[in-house]
């Protein structure tokens, strides 16, 4: 065997095992292929009832937001209302009924003082806790 022969079987040996590694390089990834192929086709077929359901959740979710709006804007107009009506009693028989009653408190002090089911009010002192008079103040200090 001459010298050109032998690089000729080496170069073919060399080719039939490039092409037996492309080989099952191709076949592996076919099958990567195929599985990929299941793969997305399963997800899409869990996926689209999910967006369906997703879809209904969000419709429902904006109806019970319009009804909440409603309720809130109904409870801001008797919220307003319920202002309004307590700004005109306060006005209309707030002055006269506190006039009326500092007058009646005014009539009663004026005419006996207090009544007799009334307890006498205890007098009022200021007790200074912790602290020690001078020696000076003591003895003008008052007996109670």
Known sequence: MSGGEVAG???????????SFLAVALVRLAQTLRAT???VADVTEQTVPLLADASAAVRSAQTQIERVDAIA???????????????TVASTF????????????????????RREDEP???????????RTLPSARRGKRKKD
Not at 73 to 87: C, F, H, K, P
């Open 9 to 19: 079987i080496l170069v073919a040996v060399f080719w039939a095992i490039l092409v």
């Open 37 to 39: 192929t299941k793969l």
């Open 73 to 87: 804007s109904d409870v801001q107009e008797v919220t307003s209302n319920a202002s309004a009506l307590s700004t």
């Open 94 to 113: 707030g002055g006269p009924l506190v006039k009326v009653a500092a007058f009646g408190y005014g009539v009663r002090r004026a005419m006996g003082g």
């Open 120 to 130: 006498a009010k205890p007098t009022r002192r200021t007790v200074i806790v912790g």
